[in-house]
């Protein structure tokens, strides 16, 4: 089996290299820092599955699982993440992924959802499963504010979120700054917020941001 490591932290690839020494069948066992040294080497290369941090600088994860559902579709991706599940994961497997862990799961449960990927499946943990399977119970999953944004409306409101300004964002996305002013307008609209403290303060209680 070989398999992909992408995290910008050091530490956190060391330690997932470490867990990973344990999958049986394990021939190769790589890593990239970020986002385009991660496309790079999979135009490069082949792999059995990819693990990648959703919230790597510069090109965010989402950004780069869909460039990786471009290049290479049929190589599979989990992705971890330090934010809750409910906020995260129903976005990434709608754009392509294969699983969705945080990064507080247990070793065992991240060598579980590899194998499991490889094999053709899906994973997403039981406690993401119950809950969904409650909602549905209860007459239908009931959409929370950000899950009616656009992807890059969402990785917006999470920059606006944290304090980034109008330039900033522009600078990092590669937009320009009436683009960025218009996905804030329509973030404000769709949300129905009307002040920036507001959309902070609903991104810190849903755990969007740290």
Request: charged share 30%.
């Given at each position: 089996?070989?398999?992909?490591?992408?995290?910008?932290?050091?530490?956190?690839?060391?330690?997932?290299?470490?867990?990973?020494?344990?999958?049986?069948?394990?021939?190769?066992?790589?890593?990239?820092?970020?986002?385009?040294?991660?496309?790079?080497?999979?135009?490069?290369?082949?792999?059995?599955?990819?693990?990648?941090?959703?919230?790597?600088?510069?090109?965010?994860?989402?950004?780069?699982?869909?460039?990786?559902?471009?290049?290479?579709?049929?190589?599979?991706?989990?992705?971890?993440?330090?934010?809750?599940?409910?906020?995260?994961?129903?976005?990434?497997?709608?754009?392509?992924?294969?699983?969705?862990?945080?990064?507080?799961?247990?070793?065992?449960?991240?060598?579980?959802?590899?194998?499991?990927?490889?094999?053709?499946?899906?994973?997403?943990?039981?406690?993401?499963?119950?809950?969904?399977?409650?909602?549905?119970?209860?007459?239908g999953v009931i959409?929370?504010?950000?899950?009616?944004?656009?992807?890059?409306e969402f990785q917006?409101?999470?920059?606006?979120?944290?304090?980034?300004?109008?330039?900033?964002?522009?600078?990092?996305?590669?937009?320009?700054?009436?683009?960025?002013?218009?996905?804030?307008?329509?973030?404000?609209?769709?949300?129905?917020?009307?002040?920036?403290?507001?959309?902070?303060?609903?991104?810190?209680?849903?755990?969007?941001?740290?």
């Open positions: 089996m070989k398999i992909i490591i992408a995290d910008d932290h050091a530490l956190i690839r060391k330690g997932l290299k470490e867990i990973l020494q344990q999958v049986e069948g394990l021939v190769l066992l790589d890593e990239a820092q970020n986002g385009p040294e991660l496309l790079l080497k999979i135009e490069e290369n082949d792999y059995d599955i990819i693990v990648l941090d959703i919230s790597m600088p510069g090109k965010s994860g989402l950004d780069v699982l869909k460039d990786l559902r471009n290049i290479k579709p049929e190589i599979p991706v989990l992705i971890l993440s330090v934010y809750p599940e409910e906020q995260y994961a129903i976005r990434v497997l709608k754009a392509g992924a294969s699983g969705y862990l945080t990064k507080d799961s247990a070793p065992d449960e991240l060598v579980s959802a590899i194998k499991k990927i490889v094999n053709g499946g899906k994973y997403i943990s039981g406690s993401l499963a119950e809950m969904l399977a409650s909602e549905v119970k209860g007459g959409k929370q504010l950000h899950e009616n944004l656009s992807d890059r917006v409101m999470k920059m606006l979120a944290v304090g980034k300004t109008i330039k900033e964002i522009s600078e990092e996305l590669f937009l320009s700054p009436k683009t960025v002013s218009t996905y804030r307008t329509r973030i404000y609209d769709k949300m129905k917020f009307a002040s920036k403290a507001e959309l902070t303060g609903y991104a810190m209680k849903n755990g969007l941001i740290d």
